[in-house]
């Protein structure tokens, strides 16, 4: 008699293949793989019992209040992604809040208090700015990132979203630099070549083209780093929204 | 009356929040769980839902309405799970070549050590072992093994989600079976 081979005890275990009643047979006449098929169910049954934190009934609604900051939408034009008219609009207020900020820094300070108040206020803007510069990044990488593999890509709407990133990441940067916040500066600096790529091919990758674009994103560690320092932008932001008393005196961004 | 997945869609790719918003609340625990599985961190789970919504929130007028929506949302939850743990492995690669020995490897360590019934059942260092062998497995083995055991995924849907034949699909689980045995057996035979 013909032993079940393990493939076949696996597929039997899970209720696949068409050989079941065939296999169940073979089991009821054959002691010796009666007793291997009750292994692989002792090994799979206390893999199966492995712990997973429990999520409680509103985390559905905690994960929409934060997912909601990062979608736009718009009911006469259907689903869209910050058309382009907004992302215009993005990069003058970038502008305005970078110059904004260095004006705040270099105007002689006469007030002392006022002005602590005023660089608070400076502070939490660009934090806000710089965190939503980050996250919009990060959406245009994993898109690439998280493509299928072997496969051409449209990039129509990254390759736009990609320009325009590329404007107000030169002028973070410079801010990064100017208030001596290198952390922030070096991974603008890693961001913008990446940017500058996407924004500069064409339309549609090829397969090979989405690869490379892969695996310089993720040799770089790019994706993470970008993950990482708006993660902590973001909670430099929160604790800039405290109580002035409460602040620590920050000068970087 | 509760609004399918596929009238949800529908009206979400008309510009309606709120149907998206059933979305997110319908299928994130489910994401949770199946993040969780693949990256055996809280963190790195939470992140990939997110991460998952906001891809499917950008992809949701290429999703094809004759396909499963919660098979669409793995697909993209596992590519997500799958970034992270490269991106976590060139960062341990990293550490490890500028730090000291010792570090441990995040996958050794499960979260939430309380009791329970049927985790009474499964001894310490069997659950570290399930969970090393998992992080020990290749990214596709691990990938088809969470959604084939864990998930209840068939192997045709699982190629589907991983963009490989249903065979390829079908010895990833082979695989990731027979590392978990050899290396849960003896503990086994050893505790009984």
Same mark, same amino acid.
């Given at each position: 008699?013909?032993?079940?081979?393990?493939?076949?005890?696996?597929?039997?275990?899970?209720?696949?293949?068409?050989?079941?009643?065939?296999?169940?047979?073979?089991?009821?006449?054959?002691?010796?793989?009666?007793?291997?098929?009750?292994?692989?169910?002792?090994?799979?049954?206390?893999v199966?019992?492995a712990?997973?934190?429990?999520?409680?009934?509103?985390?559905?609604?905690?994960?929409?209040?934060?997912?909601?900051?990062?979608?736009?939408?718009?009911?006469?034009?259907?689903?869209?992604?910050?058309?382009?008219?907004?992302?215009?609009?993005?990069?003058?207020?970038?502008?305005?809040?970078?110059?904004?900020?260095?004006?705040?820094?270099?105007?002689?300070?006469?007030?002392?208090?006022?002005?602590?108040?005023?660089?608070?206020?400076?502070?939490?803007?660009?934090?806000?700015?710089?965190?939503?510069?980050?996250?919009?990044?990060?959406?245009?990488?994993?898109?690439?990132?998280?493509?299928?593999?072997?496969?051409?890509?449209?990039?129509?709407?990254?390759?736009?979203?990609?320009?325009?990133?590329?404007?107000?990441?030169?002028?973070?940067?410079?801010?990064?630099?100017?208030?001596?916040?290198?952390?922030?500066?070096?991974?603008?600096?890693?961001?913008?070549?990446?940017?500058?790529?996407?924004?500069?091919?064409?339309?549609?990758?090829?397969?090979?083209?989405?690869?490379?674009?892969?695996?310089?994103?993720?040799?770089?560690?790019?994706?993470?780093?970008?993950?990482?320092?708006?993660?902590?932008?973001?909670?430099?932001?929160?604790?800039?929204?405290?109580?002035?008393?409460?602040?620590?005196?920050?000068?970087?961004? | 009356?509760?609004?399918?997945?596929?009238?949800?869609?529908?009206?979400?790719?008309?510009?309606?929040?709120?149907?998206?918003?059933?979305?997110?609340?319908?299928?994130?625990?489910?994401?949770?769980?199946? @993040?969780?599985r693949m990256t055996g961190?809280?963190?790195?789970?939470?992140?990939?839902?997110?991460?998952?919504?906001?891809?499917?929130?950008?992809?949701?007028?290429?999703?094809?309405?004759?396909?499963?929506?919660?098979?669409?949302?793995?697909?993209?939850?596992?590519?997500?799970?799958?970034?992270?743990?490269? @991106?976590?492995?060139?960062?341990?690669?990293?550490?490890?070549?500028?730090?000291?020995?010792? @570090?441990?490897?995040?996958m050794?360590?499960l979260?939430?050590?309380?009791?329970?019934?049927?985790?009474?059942?499964?001894?310490?260092?069997?659950?570290?072992k399930v969970a090393a062998v998992l992080a020990d497995l290749?990214?596709?083995e691990r990938?088809?093994f969470v959604?084939?055991h864990y998930?209840?995924?068939?192997?045709?849907?699982?190629?589907?989600?991983?963009?490989?034949?249903?065979?390829?699909?079908?010895?990833?689980?082979?695989?990731a079976?027979?590392k978990l045995?050899?290396a849960?057996?003896?503990?086994?035979?050893?505790?009984?």
């Amino acid at each position: 008699m013909n032993h079940l081979t393990e493939e076949q005890f696996v597929l039997y275990y899970y209720g696949e293949g068409d050989g079941s009643p065939a296999v169940r047979a073979h089991l009821d006449a054959c002691e010796t793989c009666r007793a291997e098929y009750a292994s692989l169910q002792r090994v799979l049954n206390v893999v199966d019992s492995a712990p997973v934190p429990e999520r409680d009934a509103n985390y559905g609604a905690q994960v929409w209040n934060r997912l909601q900051p990062s979608l736009r939408w718009d009911r006469r034009r259907g689903l869209s992604w910050w058309p382009a008219p907004r992302w215009a609009a993005a990069a003058l207020v970038a502008t305005l809040i970078v110059a904004a900020f260095l004006a705040g820094r270099y105007y002689p300070k006469s007030q002392p208090a006022q002005t602590a108040n005023a660089g608070q206020v400076r502070e939490r803007i660009l934090l806000v700015a710089v965190g939503d510069h980050l996250e919009r990044s990060q959406t245009v990488l994993l898109e690439v990132v998280n493509a299928q593999p072997g496969q051409p890509l449209d990039v129509a709407a990254e390759r736009e979203r990609a320009g325009d990133l590329v404007a107000e990441n030169r002028l973070y940067r410079q801010t990064a630099l100017r208030t001596g916040d290198t952390r922030v500066a070096s991974v603008l600096d890693d961001l913008e070549p990446v940017l500058l790529e996407i924004a500069h091919g064409p339309d549609r990758l090829t397969a090979e083209e989405v690869e490379n674009l892969r695996q310089r994103i993720e040799g770089d560690g790019i994706l993470f780093k970008v993950r990482v320092v708006g993660s902590t932008v973001r909670h430099r932001e929160e604790r800039a929204e405290r109580p002035a008393g409460q602040i620590a005196g920050q000068n970087t961004l | 009356m509760e609004l399918s997945d596929s009238v949800a869609v529908a009206q979400a790719r008309a510009g309606d929040s709120g149907a998206f918003r059933v979305l997110v609340e319908r299928h994130s625990r489910n994401l949770f769980r199946l @993040a969780y599985r693949m990256t055996g961190h809280q963190q790195d789970a939470e992140d990939v839902v997110q991460e998952t919504f906001l891809r499917a929130y950008r992809q949701l007028s290429k999703f094809d309405d004759r396909a499963s929506f919660g098979t669409w949302l793995y697909r993209i939850a596992a590519n997500c799970s799958l970034d992270l743990i490269r @991106a976590r492995k060139r960062r341990n690669m990293q550490t490890e070549a500028g730090a000291e020995e010792g @570090a441990p490897d995040p996958m050794q360590s499960l979260p939430d050590p309380s009791p329970t019934p049927d985790r009474l059942a499964m001894s310490g260092e069997v659950e570290r072992k399930v969970a090393a062998v998992l992080a020990d497995l290749s990214e596709m083995e691990r990938t088809a093994f969470v959604l084939r055991h864990y998930e209840g995924m068939c192997i045709d849907d699982i190629g589907r989600t991983l963009g490989v034949q249903p065979n390829a699909a079908k010895h990833s689980i082979f695989r990731a079976v027979q590392k978990l045995r050899r290396a849960l057996e003896p503990l086994m035979s050893s505790a009984s």
